[in-house]
């Protein structure tokens, strides 16, 4: 464990929140491209990875996968939370669902609080393209490792300064980030990127 490592913690209410039918298709609709191109779902070892969010009405709050979910194909509402606050020094969120909020939310709430126009953000997983697009693309330190702190003010500050929309976790092997204004937008930055570097 690092030195100075701060647990993630999540203060989660057990309860279905209110969630409208079309924003939820929306997401399902997305999650399903990435998780046909192996972007989002299950390592061997039964870890699942992966996990997109849509902002809510325009707050601070998101919805966003559950913690677990990679290894469904598809997802119900109730694998899905809302994430109704978060504190990046305490390494905190608030969340409210049947399920657990992603223990990567904190890194999209830091995209969420830094640029106020994006309204969806997707994280996926991909070996390969992570290499690639590694300090080619706007990269975090190799040394920020993934749920902590620092992951995400350094995003969030990476966010802030770059006119592209994907971001690539240094210390987060395989860890991509894409946002956009909405969720088709976000997607499309992904696998469009995806597709160009695939035939190299
Ligand atoms: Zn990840």
Same mark, same amino acid.
């Given at each position: =464990?690092?030195?100075?490592?701060?647990?993630? %913690?999540?203060?989660? =209410?057990?309860?279905?929140?209110?969630?409208?039918?079309?924003?939820?298709?929306?997401?399902?609709? @997305?999650?399903?491209?990435?998780?046909?191109?192996?972007?989002?779902? =299950?390592?061997?070892?039964?870890?699942?990875?992966?996990?997109?969010?849509?902002?809510?009405?325009?707050?601070? #709050?998101?919805?966003?996968? *559950?913690? @677990?979910? *990679?290894?469904?194909? /598809?997802?119900?509402?109730?694998?899905?939370?809302?994430?109704?606050?978060?504190?990046?020094? /305490? %390494?905190?969120?608030?969340?409210? *669902?049947?399920? /657990? @909020? #992603?223990?990567?939310?904190?890194?999209?709430?830091?995209?969420?609080? #830094?640029?106020?126009?994006?309204?969806?953000?997707?994280?996926?997983?991909?070996?390969?393209?992570?290499?690639?697009?590694?300090?080619?693309?706007?990269?975090?330190?190799?040394?920020?490792?993934?749920?902590?702190?620092?992951?995400?003010?350094?995003?969030?500050?990476?966010?802030? *300064? &770059? %006119?592209?929309?994907?971001?690539? =976790?240094?210390?987060?092997?395989?860890? &991509?980030?894409?946002?956009?204004?909405?969720?088709?937008?976000?997607?499309?930055?992904?696998? %469009?990127?995806?597709?160009?570097? /695939?035939?190299?």
């Amino acid at each position: =464990m690092t030195e100075g490592y701060i647990k993630f %913690n999540c203060n989660w =209410m057990l309860k279905q929140f209110p969630f409208q039918e079309e924003v939820y298709e929306e997401l399902e609709a @997305a999650r399903v491209k990435l998780r046909n191109l192996g972007l989002i779902g =299950m390592y061997p070892d039964g870890i699942g990875f992966g996990n997109i969010s849509v902002r809510s009405s325009g707050g601070k #709050s998101f919805i966003i996968t *559950g913690s @677990a979910t *990679g290894h469904f194909e /598809k997802l119900g509402q109730i694998h899905y939370a809302l994430v109704t606050g978060y504190d990046f020094e /305490k %390494n905190s969120i608030f969340c409210t *669902g049947l399920t /657990k @909020a #992603s223990a990567e939310s904190l890194t999209h709430a830091a995209i969420y609080e #830094s640029l106020p126009e994006v309204g969806a953000v997707v994280h996926v997983h991909c070996f390969w393209l992570w290499e690639r697009l590694l300090n080619n693309c706007p990269t975090t330190s190799a040394e920020i490792e993934y749920g902590t702190p620092e992951m995400a003010y350094a995003v969030g500050e990476l966010a802030s *300064g &770059i %006119n592209g929309k994907i971001i690539v =976790m240094g210390g987060h092997r395989e860890g &991509i980030l894409a946002f956009g204004s909405n969720l088709i937008e976000a997607t499309t930055e992904i696998i %469009n990127i995806y597709n160009r570097y /695939k035939n190299d």
